[in-house]
């Protein structure tokens, strides 16, 4: 077969340079209207980062996206592995991925990988993954699944444009995986795969050459990642698969296996990785994910996560992590020229993505925490739930207390175990060693006073010393 090469189309002429292994590399050049709009669009914001297969194809990937042509609407997925029972900040641009697609009227699939996540993707892996009970991947799942849901509904809700978007489907693997037998899998499957090419993917090289080798589950993850490709093209008309830039290989695959069994041909899209400072990329294995579970990372710590990027960061990350439009994102870093201590493109990053991830009741739940701690705000603080508090404070020490009449400054410090008894105790309240709601205390005898020591949400926020917190909550007030 004459090796597919993938070409965009602007102003009258072909632009784009073919890259490694039939990757389509686009230049600054690419039309921004018309069936090439999306695509380049998506690529000027830096989201797209390559696309698969080379020219030779019966029908070109923009094609695919153009309304008059009769093949509109496509149908476009991007797998996600429950191996927690969280996505992260690193699973962001390939659901941004989707939406753009889902805003532009196609229809997209969120996959779950409740069967795949047993095996271990070796992609960018130095090592295997720890293998996970049956149980713990179908509660990772079902939890994975109510993420997506919640976010699609936040998109719904908070992002619509006025346009008709498409569908977004979650669907788990795992439900056509427990229908197949080893034996007729393998039969019906496998015998369309050459080892000599699975063996040479990067991610297998890479595996095959460290200490601990490959065991036979992790190769053949590619095979069933092919294989779901294979399955949602049947199924559900799904000529599009999106994935981080490490699973270009495994696209492949699948692009491959579905041209031998049918003659058709299918495409792959990669995003671009999110690495930190060091250079690592985010995620659970590398211990540096920022989680999209509000019970593993708080809305407040995502949005502090984007609030402090760096300057050099935040225009691309503008581009990558919203949908803002590029004029907007260019009128905001002016203005950030002029004003820099502001931080306002950071603040404007963080509050887009923490509505999209936590709806607005997260993004108002993040501002009022960012009030309470940093600009000691008494209104914000009188407004937190407990639970608010407590992601703010995940250190604090948390007591349920009943407010006796005359209790004292001394009293509370006492019962929340804050202070040690006898004199030291006292002495650290009248140095000025102790504050109640961010106010400073130093008389011990005083008697609590609704609405000064006590907030109108029944809540004492105690603090002794520059970093330990003791949330108090008091009953029968």
Known sequence: MAAPVLRCFARGRWFGTPGPSGVLLLGPREAHSGAQGLLAMQKARGLFKEFFPETGTKIELPELFDRGTGNFPQTIYCGFDPTADSLHVGHLLALLGLFHFQRAGHNVIALVGGATARLGDPSGRTKEREALEPERVRSNARALRQGLEAMVANHQQ?????????????????????????????????????????????????????????????????????????????????????????????????????????????????????????????????????????????????????VRQQDDLVERYLKLFTFLPLPEIDHIMQLHVKEPEKRGPQKRLAAEVTKLVHGQEGLDSAKRCTQALYHSSIDALEVMSDQELRELFKEASFSELVLDPGTSVLDTCRKANAIPDGPRGHRMITEGGVSINHRQVTNPECVLVVGQHILKNGLSLLKIGKRNFYIIKWLQL
């Open 158 to 306: 908070l992002f619509a444009n006025g346009r008709a978007w498409g569908s977004f489907t979650v669907l788990d693997n795992a439900a056509w995986y427990q229908k197949q037998h080893l034996v007729d899998f393998l039969t019906a499957v496998g015998g369309h795969f050459r080892m000599g090419t699975l063996l040479s993917r990067q991610s297998v090289q890479t595996r095959l050459k460290s200490p601990e080798g490959m065991s036979l589950a992790e190769f053949l993850y590619q095979v069933l990642q092919a294989y779901d490709f294979y399955y949602l093209f049947k199924h559900y008309g799904c000529r599009v698969q999106l994935g981080g830039s490490d699973q270009l290989g495994n696209i492949v695959s699948g692009y491959e296996f579905i041209h031998k069994l049918t003659g058709e041909d299918v495409f792959g899209i990669t995003v671009p990785l999110i690495t930190s400072t060091t250079g690592a990329k985010l995620g659970k294995s590398a211990g540096n994910a920022v989680w999209l579970n509000r019970e593993k990372t708080s809305p407040f710590e995502l949005y502090q996560f984007f």
